[in-house]
């Protein structure tokens, strides 16, 4: 029997319902570590009532500072789940730009309902902040229930918040709400056909919000998140072996990072979504044959993207964006 009623207005609520579905199925691959559905949501739960003890409730801001991991993946599920909206740090950003973020969320913070920053132990360093107001994620989480969580967000809830430098070129935090990312989640299952079975290439960095499209769309699926680490992103042939031997059936990627790829055989890869930039009818020619290649398009503000097109590759000059 559900632990709640799983309202699906709510994007973590997606994931709790797959989670009932398929407890044992594969939710997440790092490395050579495995979790659950079952598992991925009970560390969730536990961190999550954490976070309620310290105070997290609606519209509270808890950054995540972390390197891709389970350990990331497992805080942003956690804070959604407390009922809070979490705040990607890059780990990778200038110190100079993370310390204005930070600074930003303590400003913006609803009064009374001070931020709280999730970060890995060896990362926490990078911003000047209470320790108690800090949860490490590498530690684990006691004495905290395992069952999902009582409801606390309705759809326009923030779900989170990404900041982008904009046309200013100083960096602004958008306020995202559930129910826009519940809604591009539920087209993209329609528009890439994912479901029980496929991989899902985490690449995206925590600070763009491809990375939501990436997480969301595997959990809320069945699909598996395939985590991968920033150094693979530095070469094409890296990539393409990690798509080869994860067996990656889907994952959204920039078009100049796609046309670094080498020409591999990829049985497995059937559904690409680029966007952040101009996509081209070369590259729609070489990765449309045989897949489903969408080229997707919008600013942040309009969560993740509004406009989308199936290229078929067949050499249009300029490849439509929906």
Request: glycine share 10%.
């Amino acid at each position: 029997m559900p632990n709640h009623e799983i309202d699906p207005s709510a994007v973590h609520h997606l994931f709790e319902a797959q989670a009932e579905r398929t407890p044992e199925a594969d939710a997440l691959i790092f490395e050579q570590e495995r979790l659950s559905y079952g598992e991925l949501n009970d560390r969730a739960n536990r961190l999550a009532r954490h976070l309620r003890a310290m105070g997290v409730v609606p519209e509270t801001l808890v950054g995540i500072l972390a390197e891709r991991s389970p350990e990331m993946v497992a805080g942003v599920l956690a804070t959604l789940k407390a009922g809070g909206a979490y705040v990607p740090l890059d780990p990778g950003y200038p110190a100079e730009r993370l310390g204005f973020m930070w600074a930003d969320v303590g400003r913006g913070s609803p009064a009374g309902r001070p931020p709280v920053l999730l970060a890995q132990r060896r990362l926490a360093d990078a911003l000047s902040e209470d320790g108690g107001r800090t949860v490490f994620l590498d530690d684990e989480v006691a004495g905290h229930p395992a069952r999902n969580l009582a409801g606390r967000a309705h759809p326009d809830s923030l779900a989170y918040v990404i900041y982008t430098s904009g046309s200013t070129g100083r960096p602004k935090g958008v306020l995202v709400p559930h129910r826009g990312v519940v809604n591009v989640i539920r087209e993209s299952e329609r528009l890439l056909g994912v479901g029980p079975g496929d991989r899902v290439l985490q690449l995206a960095s925590l600070g763009f919000d491809a990375s939501a499209l990436e997480i969301f769309t595997a959990l809320a699926t069945g699909a598996c998140l395939v985590l991968t680490r920033r150094e693979t992103l530095m070469s094409g042939e890296a990539l393409g072996r990690e798509l080869r031997d994860r067996s990656i059936t889907t994952m959204a990627i920039p078009p100049s990072l796609l046309d670094t790829v080498p020409d591999l055989d990829l049985p497995s890869l059937r559904s690409i979504i680029v966007g952040g930039e101009a996509c081209s009818a070369a590259t729609a020619a070489r990765w449309a044959a045989g897949r489903r290649l969408v080229n997707a398009y919008a600013p942040t503000e309009a969560t993740i993207y509004a406009t989308a097109a199936l290229l078929t590759g067949d050499g249009a000059a300029t490849p439509p964006i929906g």
